[in-house]
């Protein structure tokens, strides 16, 4: 399977059910370790992570220059206004900076759906042509929550390559035979995030501040009953999902706040092999899915 690391809790709290706050800087480094040497190299990232940037970057200078070659980064900004069209390849170059690094993977736009006005799509897609012409950039593309968006988006924005979408057991709408044909006619690489659902999906006890929202107790019960069906635990059903989903996701950007989360990660997906096979169709509806843009404490990612 095709891993990205995502790194919203180096800088920050990120997760419905982190407890453990930001992780330390030893912790960040035995991540980063255990992942490279796992064979991975993608990390996932963006401006709005306190210091990810920082620490990322000082973790490259302690390892071998091989392994900084190696690197590729995928990172997201924010458009708030034209001025940051006007200064987007000035801000990708000062990331590449930050990162200590001569270029990134990819850039996606953090909050597309803000940029409607026709000029400043024209803008911005003239932005993504030149960064990838000088070298700085490999891909550009969008972040998006729901399909309709990266259709709405794409014929005003057609420099898109990739994207980063939600996909898990809850949420198959990216799956969907319809958004993958338009994706593999058009080159557009998928990376999907949210496979743990900011860690929803591997967590014992919903926690109390979602006990509110009856759609979400409905569905983690469904999800429960699933699990004992189907004698999984919480990580062996979503690593099962992710790894039978391989073939229409090209990465799966997945966050941990502690090294034993990545390792048991890691362990689990080891253990997977061709014939594990569940079927997941019962959470197929593609209305049914949880979104966390609800949790209105919650941060985007």
Not at 145 to 156: A, F
Not at 164 to 178: G, K, S, T, V, Y
Not at 221 to 244: G, S
């Amino acid at each position: 399977m095709h891993l990205s690391l995502g790194t919203a809790q180096f800088g920050s709290v990120y997760g419905i059910t982190n407890t453990y706050g930001i992780p330390s800087e030893y912790d960040v480094y035995r991540m980063l370790d255990m992942f490279f040497e796992a064979g991975h190299s993608f990390l996932d990232t963006a401006q709005e992570y306190g210091d990810a940037h920082k620490k990322i970057s000082k973790w490259y200078q302690k390892n071998s220059l091989i392994l900084k070659s190696q690197a590729n980064i995928t990172t997201k900004l924010y458009i708030k206004n034209k001025s940051d069209i006007n200064l987007f390849k000035y801000n990708i170059e000062r990331i590449c900076e930050e990162l200590g690094l001569g270029n990134l993977y990819g850039i996606l736009i953090h909050n597309p759906a803000s940029v409607v006005d026709a000029d400043d799509c024209y803008r911005l897609n003239e932005q993504f042509k030149i960064l990838k012409g000088s070298g700085v950039v490999k891909k550009t593309g969008v972040s998006v929550y729901t399909p309709q968006e990266l259709l709405n988006l794409y014929d005003k924005i057609p420099e898109i390559d990739f994207i980063q979408c939600p996909a898990n057991i809850l949420d198959h709408r990216f799956l969907q035979p319809e958004i993958q044909n338009f994706c593999v006619q058009r080159n557009i690489e998928i990376h999907a995030r949210s496979l743990f659902l900011q860690g929803l999906l591997l967590s014992a006890k919903t926690p109390e501040k979602l006990l509110i929202n009856n759609d979400i107790i409905n569905a983690i019960d469904v999800y429960k009953r699933f699990l004992k069906k189907n004698h999984l635990t919480t990580i062996e059903a979503c690593c099962l999902f992710a790894y039978q989903n391989k073939d229409k996701i090209a990465r799966w950007v997945v966050g941990f706040n502690l090294p034993g989360e990545l390792e048991e990660f890691m362990l689990q997906i080891n253990k997977i092999t061709g014939q594990s096979k569940v079927s997941f169709d019962e959470f197929a509806n593609k209305n049914s899915y949880v979104d966390p843009r609800t949790w209105s404490y919650v941060s985007i990612c």
